[in-house]
């Protein structure tokens, strides 16, 4: 059963700083994993999603990284923003199996 | 662009009461699920839905049953509500059910039991 793991559940960083948040999954075998943005009392917006036959993808200022063999993804924020606080889930699934998600990374952006 | 639309967006009952919350999508998706998100615990599958007619159980699926007789629309019932019931619920559909298509929730149902 894939299980996923975000650390650390919450980080704080001063504006403009690059950051980098984790992702880890317990099988190797996962077919995509999916970077989610949830903004308080809202639902989830998907950010990117990297494919198991991809190593990573970009949109605008955030990056997703995939390593299958290391069980681990990051999202890479550059020059992060106010407006970039939230909390941050990744979600992974093995085969056509639906997603399992992290409990996520809560992101303040201090201006 | 109406995407994934939840009702209600808060709801309280009492233990023992049944009620069901709605959840539509325009964009013609085969795939719907419903999830509940808890603090500490994350979001958790209750059931889904590959296509009309077509239904299964998730991870935590007692106390629920949902229904998916149109493309469009996948309710999911509380059948006879519980303090433990109480969560925020969200609705997400995806074009299909393979595993590379980006999933869209819905903005929540807010329920409290009492």
Not at chain 2, 64 to 75: A, L
């Amino acid at each position: 059963k894939q299980e996923v793991t975000q650390i650390p559940a919450a980080l704080s960083v001063p504006e403009g700083e690059n950051l980098v948040l984790n992702c880890s999954f317990t099988d190797s075998a996962i077919y995509n994993l999916q970077w989610f943005r949830q903004d308080p009392g809202k639902g989830l917006t998907s950010l990117l999603l990297i494919q198991s036959s991809q190593r990573e993808q970009t949109s605008g200022r955030l990056n997703a990284s995939l390593d299958k063999s290391s069980g681990r993804s990051t999202l890479y924020i550059a020059a992060s923003q106010p407006g970039d606080s939230a909390t941050y889930l990744c979600a992974g699934n093995s085969g056509n199996t639906p997603l399992v998600f992290g409990k996520g990374t809560r992101l303040s952006v201090i201006a | 662009n109406a995407g994934v639309t939840q009702t209600p967006k808060f709801q309280v009952l009492k233990t023992g009461q049944s009620m069901t919350l709605q959840c539509a999508q325009d964009m013609n998706h085969e795939y719907m699920s419903w999830y509940r998100q808890d603090p500490g615990m994350g979001l958790r599958l209750i059931h889904y839905s590959v296509g009309a007619g077509i239904t299964d159980q998730g991870e935590v699926p007692n106390g629920y049953n949902v229904s998916r007789s149109t493309t469009e629309d996948f309710p999911l019932r509380l059948l006879s509500a519980a303090p433990s019931q109480t969560s925020v619920y969200f609705c997400a559909s995806s074009r299909t059910g393979a595993a590379h298509q980006p999933q869209h929730f819905g903005d929540g149902t807010r329920l409290s039991i009492l």
